[in-house]
């Protein structure tokens, strides 16, 4: 993996976040707004970036080496507001506790320091970044040197490479320098030409390339007051563009390997951040304001027992099964533990599954248990014959409810945020990477074991929080039961006919041939399709095609690109479809036939409960939830999923605009009411008040429009999202915006009102009190804001479509076991459940699935429910 370096400049940034945030203080008095930003922006920078080397640079000085050239450099800056100067020792303390190396030299700018170390770690073939919030800088970029530059706020920045200098101005990097050679920069007090601004400067060096050139035949030059300046001024924009020229050997004692980035010392930090008063800050650390800083571990008493006797089970207990393995349904099981009345104990895998009086204490309904990640410890004990039950909490789930934004997946975060943090991360047992292994028996027994008492001592806490938050009656009939049937799901899996799979990757290659010989054809000659340089150079310099973008190495060749020239040449279409068809192959094709358990011939996707902030359930290993179906041999993929018994179906039933009837609910809206309730196409529906027009008058693009606002309403979008999805300008997407909501006032009204509430509240909640936090939506930054505005629109009605397809399979495993029938669940997939059922079940699947679906959620108007069925998935759709 290539190193980064990150190269930041101090000066340039505190600035920047000082006047970007309103002043702060601390209880001490102490003004804190520039380490605020300056340590969001640091946050933003490690959590992104992920640099394997850092350094901040400062202004070391007022007195620079540039001041013997011009004495009056930078002469008409204001003196530093105090309100700034106190700060700085406070941001160097910041980047201490950070592990960041800092750095200043006497005579010379923290431009400077990076433009010499920049120079060096690019020669090293490092990959270079640059921070700051001066446009000078800009001149550093090239082919591994990017460089960010601030905008609104301290977060916001601009990458400049090459090629968007070469897009944004039409000069090269180097250009920078002279183009401030000749217009010069009032802040730097740099005098350059007089009258010569950025476009005249930008004209000249487009003509004459250089400073010097341009001064070598400024009687080329075409106007005579232009002329004049040029010649009157010359020795000033000579020594104007000497000035803006960043010193790339300057005489640093550093080099890039003493920057490089450890981590950062989090006693210190904490302690920091208690002083500056940042809560909010400590939080993301998972810090509590309230807490001293991290005591050393403590010695906890355990027992590790080889030989398991029925006496450690009691009724109830907190267990944990530690799987290290992703795949964890065939992964295995480093050790388990169990906190109850007994005591604190570690088992090994061997121990507990080789018990009878283990299974007989997992296998007990009425032997409660407590757990973190209950699916993933159902599905892992399956395999070894074990059926646990008698769960009733999960810590995994009540802490992903209590804040959906926060990560579930690292056990040691979820109980420190919740108060218990007598424990190690797993990297610091297990190590991280290719030196990750499995401790000796004793260091691992005590980590699995703090992780059965981390869940005993935070699962009143999590309780009553939920209980709090009105949310647990969430976590009890809907989440929790949930888990169960996605692991019973998750073991079932579903069968793939491998044969078809293999016949389908035979006729896309074949395909793939025919295309591939085509193009070869269209561009007269034989080159590599995958190659975007190759190509690029056929269409740009052979077809002489319009270039619409270009990259560091050459033209661009990506999707939109092509898209855009789609009309100009019948070779691009091609192209598009031999990519499409390619990803089939290689992602969809390839990638399951890895996936296929040999003893079973299934694939056994994960369901992710716990991931998205909307509710929503992910699949991943494979993701069945992704197959493209807009391609003719994206949808055939699902002829390859087949019932696992002979003579049975697949029954698929899906929800009908399910967002669209929730959105009607939630705003109340009586004209999307009505339609629903009359069973009125909902898209023709929009159009006639949107046009204005009858029924018969509606065309299809009005009703192709009318469905891109209604679901565009739904997320949120905005007049260019609108604009890009139906190809018009934005003006008119907005005027298409703008009469939608005049069609539907309360549509707007809620609109507005969700954001309100978010505004004062923090959060959104769905009609079954799912919350989603967005503390972005009070941010002084437009598009930030702008972004969590549109979040606080559309989750409620992201999130109730998700609640109600949960709550609806709940009831169907119900309904299921209630009528006795051998019908399996097998999959969902956004809004539709997928099931296999044997011939002589289908009649009542009719009557039941659209019943039980319809019925799970009573809304103002009524939910409804398509379905069909066959001998594989594609059939059923």
Known sequence: MKKKVILIDGNSIAYRAFFALPLLNNDKGIHTNAIYGFTTMLMKILEEEKPTHILVAFDAGKTTFRHKTFQEYKGTRQKTPSELSEQ????????????????????????????????QAEAENYEVKVISGDKDLTQLSSENVSVGITRKGITDIEVYTPEHIQEKYGLTPAQIIDMKGLMGDTSDNIPGVPGVGEKTAIKLLKEFHTLEQLLESVESVSGKKLKEKLTEFKDQAIMSKKLATIDLESPIEINVEDIEYTGINQDQLIDLFKELGFNSLLEKLDGKVQASPKEEIKEISFEIIETITEDIFTSDGSLYLEILEE??????????SLKNDKGLFFFTAEAAISSESFKKWAEDESAIKHVYDAKRSIVALKRRGIELKGIDFDLLIASYLLNPSENVEDFTSVVSRHGFENIEKDELVYGKGAK?????????????????????QVYSRCLSELEQNEQLKLFEELEMPLSFILAEMESTGIRVDVERLKEMGAEINGKLSAIEEKIHSLAGEVFNINSPKQLGSILFDKLQLPVVKKTKTGYSTSADVLEKLESEHEIVKEILQYRQLGKLQSTYIEGLLK?????????????????????????????LQNIPIRLEEGRKIRQAFIPSEKDWVIFSADYSQVELRVLADIADDEKLIEAFNADMDIHTKTAMDVFHVSESEVTSNMRRQAKAVNFGIVYGISDFGLSQNLGITRKEAAKFIDRYFQSYPQVKEYMEEIVREAKQKGFVSTLLNRRRYIPEITSRNFNIRSFAERTAMNTPIQGSAADIIKKAMIEMAD????????????????????FEAPKEEIELLKEFVPEVMENALELKVPLKVDFSYGPTWFDAK
């Open 88 to 119: 700085f020792p406070f941001i160097r303390a910041l980047l201490d506790a950070y592990g960041i190396k800092r750095y200043e030299l006497e005579n010379y700018e923290a431009d400077d320091i990076i433009g010499t170390l920049s120079k």
């Open 327 to 336: 795949n964890y349904q065939h992964g295995e099981i480093a050790g388990l």
């Open 436 to 456: 990750r292994k499995l401790p000796d028996v004793q260091a691992l027994a005590d980590h699995i074991a703090r992780k059965a008492e981390g869940i005993d």
């Open 595 to 623: 996936v296929v358990h040999d003893d079973d011939q299934k694939v056994h996707t994960r369901f992710n409960q716990a991931l998205t902030q909307t509710g929503r359930l992910s699949s991943t290993d494979p993701n």
């Open 815 to 834: 309904k299921l076991q209630a009528e006795k029938l051998k019908t399996k669940l097998l999959l969902q997939v956004h809004d539709e459940l997928i």
